[in-house]
């Protein structure tokens, strides 16, 4: 039997493990306890079959139990994709995030986060702790593939993998192959997909797919779950044929719009972003534009409208959905203004505002601490993932790391009686 072969077997010894003991385990298969101390250890290899009987088995025991698995957080930001599956009860098992801005956000919202580590280009793949899922929000670095058209005209054969050399995505490939975790979830900007004329895109699904992994993505909006237009590409691949169908994502009944999240005049005053005033919570006067500001920005999107460009600077009342919160939010604002009136300049949102934008927030008590400065907030949140939209995919990924389909059937229909015969190595 082949390693490759191996693996999910051995997978699924493993996962059993995390709710039975060995005797339990040895029991549910027939074999002797020994027996799996030495599958483990890897001197003989069990059939193919006990991973069938030990599914059959975990699906039958009834006992509560939690689902367990591990991850790690790539290029974490503030740990956006992070809350997802730790919703789901996972553990995280190594973070890499290099901004010490973001780290300090990430750290100040996860105290039992172990050591951040930064920059990834400079950790080897094999340092890395061995988890079940892999997960990245990488950016957005443009590829060049210059050198590759130097090797084709040396006539060099190369696949995929060799493409994406000298790339953030070529280290998330490099671990992959290092670890071949189970599962793994990456996201990115929509324009992913139609940069270089689609060319950079087919290199990195072809560079996933390489690797053996069964590869799904599709552009997601968040407009269902937070009042933004933030369209997202995300790819979630498994290292073994499973259902997993993005037309399925759970999406809320009711679309939220920007109302949703303003402040608002009941709610407990929050220093810097809202004082009392009169008796009331008011948003703090700074985020209002000042006359200056404000006068600059409708000359500037005036005279794009002349040139027939579509400079944004937008105005958005309560009822409307707004436009996707970028990382330079901090300059001036223009993307986003918040209407406050025919006698009042708009205003930007506060951080506190993009935390409830991003879902990092919820109105039932969830709330992010922002231990950094505004313009650093701003960059955080601007860079980050729509909170419930990974929640909606790792629900989605999770029980297929866990449950019985997760495994292809083998070939040959296998009774579980009959797969018990000599199932031991
Ligand atoms: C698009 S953001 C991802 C944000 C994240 N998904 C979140 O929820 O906040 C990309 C992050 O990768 C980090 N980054 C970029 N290059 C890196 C590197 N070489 N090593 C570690 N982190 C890096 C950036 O600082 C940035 O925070």
């Known amino acids: 039997m082949s390693p490759s072969e191996e693996k999910p077997i051995l997978d699924s010894i493993r996962s059993a493990l995390r709710y039975w003991t060995q005797d339990e385990l040895a029991e549910r298969v027939g074999v002797e306890t020994r027996t799996v101390r030495r599958w483990i250890a890897g001197e003989t290899t069990p059939r193919y079959a006990i991973a069938r009987v ?89 590829f060049s593939l210059a050198g590759v058209s130097k090797k084709n005209s ?26 071949q975790p189970r599962a793994f979830l990456l996201e990115n900007v929509k324009n992913l997909r139609s ?30 779950w937070v009042p933004q237009r933030r369209d997202r590409v995300y790819i979630v691949g498994f290292r073994t044929p499973v259902e997993f169908d993005f037309d399925k994502l ?7 719009t920007l109302g949703d999240v303003l402040h608002d005049s009941t709610e407990e005053a929050e220093e810097p972003y809202t004082m009392v005033s009169r008796k009331r919570t008011v948003v703090h006067p700074r985020y209002t ?37 970028s990382a330079r939010y901090h300059k001036d604002g223009s993307e986003i203004l918040v209407d406050q009136g025919r006698n009042r300049n708009p205003r930007r949102l506060t951080p506190r ?34 909170v419930p939209v990974v929640h909606a995919i790792a629900a989605m990924m999770v029980p297929r790391l866990l449950r019985p389909n997760d495994f292809p059937a083998p070939a040959v229909e296998v009774q579980a009686e009959f797969a018990l015969e000599g199932a031991a190595a």
């Not at 060099?156 to 670890?179: C, M, W, Y």
């Not at 270089?196 to 407009?223: M, N, P, Q």
């Not at 759970?250 to 939220?256: G, I």
Request: with cysteine; glycine share 10%; charged share 25%.
């Open 54 to 142: 030990i599914h059959a088995e975990l699906a039958r025991d009834e006992r509560p139990r939690a689902p367990q698995f591990t991850f790690i957080d790539l290029f974490a930001g503030i740990g956006g994709i992070r809350r997802g599956f730790e919703a789901q009860n996972g553990r995280c098992v190594f973070t890499s995030e290099w901004d010490p801005h973001a780290a300090r956000t990430y750290k100040a919202n996860y105290p039992d986060a172990d050591d951040i580590h930064g920059d990834i280009t400079k950790i080897a793949p094999a340092a890395i702790p061995d988890h079940d899922v892999l997960l990245g929000g990488f950016p957005c670095q443009p």
């Open 154 to 179: 040396l006539g060099r054969a190369h696949g995929f993998l060799d493409k994406t050399q000298g790339t953030l995505f070529f280290n998330i490939v490099s671990i992959l192959k290092e670890k």
């Open 195 to 224: 940069h270089d004329g689609g060319r950079t895109y087919a290199v990195i699904i072809g560079a996933l797919r390489e690797l053996g992994y069964h590869v799904s993505d599709r552009v997601v909006s968040a407009s269902p």
């Open 250 to 256: 759970a999406r809320p009944r009711r679309a939220p």
């Open 289 to 325: 534009l000042s006359d200056h500001l404000w006068q600059y920005l409708q000359n500037y999107a005036a005279k794009h409208r002349e040139k027939g460009n579509g400079f944004g600077c937008s105005v958005f009342g309560a009822d409307d959905v707004a436009r996707t919160l």
């Open 353 to 386: 505002e993009c935390a409830r934008l991003m879902g990092f927030d919820t109105r039932d008590g969830q709330r992010m601490v922002i231990p950094v400065s505004d313009t650093q907030a701003y960059r955080q949140f601007g860079n980050s993932v729509a």
